[in-house]
C-alpha cells in the first residue's frame, strides 16, 4: 500500500503561500511559528507486538499441520520485527507478507484467524 503525499498549505502573515507536502501523514505533526517545536511519540511498536501476539495466539488454537503452523509464525514474527525495526525494508515485509498470506490461503481457517490475520496485515502494510 503506497502512500501518496498530501500538501499543506500556510499563508504568512505577508500573504506569502508556503507548500509543504507531508510523503509519510500517518503520525506526522507539523509545527510552525516563533519557538514552536513538536513532540511526537509514535506508539508503532506496541500496536505491532499486540496484533502479532493476538495472531499467532489464533494459530495455535487452529487445526492443522504443526509445520505449516511453524512456517506460518516464523514468517509472522519476521515480518513483525522488520516492520518494528528502525529502518524497516520494505521489500522484505511485502514477501514475509505475501508467504505469509500464501500460506494461510491453503488452511482451513477460523473467522478469528481470519480476523486476527487481516488486522495483522493492514497494519503491517501501513510500514510497506
Not at 493476538?54 to 514474527?77: K, P, T
Not at 528502525?86 to 473467522?111: C, H, T, W, Y
Request: a negative charge; proline letters at 3%; zero cysteines.
Amino acid at each position: 500500500m503506497e502512500h501518496e503525499g498530501r500538501n499543506v498549505f500556510f499563508v504568512t502573515n505577508d500573504y506569502r503561500q508556503i507548500t509543504n507536502t507531508v510523503n509519510n501523514p500517518q503520525g506526522t505533526a507539523i509545527s510552525f511559528g516563533p519557538g514552536s517545536t513538536n513532540n511526537v511519540a509514535n506508539n508503532y511498536g506496541a500496536k505491532i507486538e499486540d496484533l502479532t501476539k493476538d495472531l499467532l495466539q489464533q494459530l495455535g488454537l487452529e487445526d492443522m499441520d504443526a509445520s505449516h503452523r511453524v512456517e506460518i509464525s516464523e514468517l509472522i514474527e519476521a515480518a513483525s520485527q522488520e516492520a518494528n525495526s528502525e529502518q524497516p525494508r520494505k521489500a522484505l515485509i511485502r514477501n514475509f507478507l505475501s508467504g505469509s498470506k500464501g500460506l494461510m490461503d491453503a488452511i482451513v481457517r477460523s473467522p478469528e484467524l481470519i480476523e486476527a490475520y487481516g488486522k495483522w496485515a493492514t497494519f503491517i502494510q501501513s510500514v510497506v
